[in-house]
């Protein structure tokens, strides 16, 4: 099992086996890669493209995929994936960030959510298909990570919303499509409150049932412009790792961070909490071990 950290600085703190980081997030902001940390591209996902290209935007009967849209759960801009200026443009970009780094992180590399996209180029391409809705969109996602697969030369880890059930209907995504693509998966739990373990757990049930390749877990820890009262619990965050650790295999966890600071807090937290690594030791097997043994290590670094 490894562990590693997705940061949004080319940080890499102590104690982790890799660092991602994030070139591109949904800001749309593009930072310029590391030559020695994989590189994660949200790619729809892109709110300084759609002010520049407000006609890029998907829609849906209920309306723009645009922050404050309270119908779907989105907090940037999401592009139309048959975009074909921007399509052709990202994949380009991704394939010279995998020249520059040593593997691809996607995110957002699918629809905005159930209903998108029903701009007028969009019904003309599916009424062309002859397929339903459902299956189209299906078809424009996996087109789209074949044309991915052949940009990317290195590893190419695909991420996942947490939505083992719906996926298909929600965004587009067939697992066993994109399973044909990607090396990995990487199941996006992030969520600022861990309180209540189980559900994450069933979740990471969920995919351990229906994927055919290994797949991370990724977890929330500090983000940018986040107050210390609004992320979750360092007791919260080893609790819920080690809940989907004993579900086994799980290929590891990654740590969303803004920094070395907060990644430096939280393992420091962590360790300090005996008595609750104690008590989780109790909950058996060797990839609940092998998470409180890394976590045991971190005493090195803790000054």
Avoid at 250 to 261: A, C, H, Q, R, S
Wanted: hydrophobic residues 35%; proline residues 7%; contains cysteine.
């Amino acid at each position: 099992m490894k562990f590693g950290t997705l940061t949004f600085q080319p940080h890499k703190p102590e104690g982790f086996d890799f660092h991602v980081f994030r070139v591109k997030p949904e800001t749309g902001v593009r930072n310029k890669p590391v030559s020695d940390m994989p590189s994660n591209i949200a790619v729809f996902a892109d709110t300084q493209t759609a002010q520049t290209h407000p006609d890029w935007v998907s829609q849906s009967p209920l309306g723009p995929a645009q922050f404050g849209n309270n119908n779907f759960n989105i907090y940037w801009s999401v592009l139309c994936p048959t975009q074909p200026e921007y399509r052709e443009e990202q994949l380009r970009y991704i394939a010279e960030i995998d020249r520059q780094s040593p593997g691809i992180w996607l995110n957002s590399q699918y629809f905005a959510d159930h209903s998108h996209c029903t701009c007028p180029r969009c019904k003309d391409l599916q009424q062309k298909s002859g397929l339903g809705f459902i299956d189209w969109r299906r078809r424009v996602v996996t087109d789209f990570l074949e044309d991915v697969r052949g940009a990317v030369k290195k590893e190419l880890v695909l991420s996942l919303q947490p939505d083992p059930a719906s996926s298909l209907e929600r965004y587009g995504v067939d697992f066993d499509d994109s399973a044909k693509y990607a090396d990995k998966f990487n199941i996006v739990m992030f969520s600022k409150n861990y309180a209540t373990p189980w559900y994450w757990e069933m979740l990471a049930r969920g995919f351990k049932k229906l994927l055919k390749k290994p797949f991370y877990i990724s977890l929330y820890v500090y983000g940018p412009g986040d107050l210390i009262q609004d992320v979750p619990l360092p007791a919260e965050l080893l609790t819920v790792t080690t809940r989907c650790a004993r579900v086994g295999d799980v290929e590891g966890f990654v740590y969303l961070i803004d920094g070395e600071k907060e990644m430096y807090n939280f393992q420091k937290s962590a360790f300090e909490n005996v008595a609750l690594r104690q008590k989780l030791r109790s909950f058996g097997g060797d990839p609940v071990q092998q998470f409180l043994d890394r976590v045991d290590s971190w005493e090195k670094i803790i000054k």
